[in-house]
């Protein structure tokens, strides 16, 4: 009679580690969070999850505001000063 092997070592010599899991939680939550969390909460642990935000954040900050600035030059401009 033969025992059937454990099913954690029928997964192949793979296993995600903990940088791995890391990484897919990372990219799992990027798109839910928002700056008006707490960013203080584990920021040592989400270091880079929380740079990687504010990078986004700023960017899309920085593309917001030079919209604003060429509708309003652009409004100048038609309008005649």
């Given at each position: 009679?033969?025992?059937?092997?454990?099913?954690?070592?029928?997964?192949?010599?793979?296993?995600?580690?903990?940088?791995?899991?890391?990484?897919?939680?990372?990219?799992?939550?990027?798109?839910?969070?928002?700056?008006?969390?707490?960013?203080?909460?584990?920021?040592?642990?989400?270091?880079?999850?929380?740079?990687?935000?504010?990078?986004?954040s700023y960017q899309s900050l920085l593309r917001q505001l030079f919209a604003?600035?060429?509708?309003?030059?652009?409004?100048?401009?038609?309008?005649?000063?």
């Amino acid at each position: 009679m033969r025992l059937a092997k454990h099913q954690s070592k029928l997964a192949g010599k793979h296993r995600p580690t903990h940088s791995d899991l890391l990484a897919h939680l990372r990219e799992q939550m990027r798109h839910s969070l928002h700056l008006d969390l707490n960013l203080d909460l584990n920021l040592k642990f989400y270091r880079s999850l929380y740079r990687e935000l504010l990078a986004n954040s700023y960017q899309s900050l920085l593309r917001q505001l030079f919209a604003t600035l060429l509708v309003s030059m652009f409004t100048a401009l038609a309008s005649g000063f």
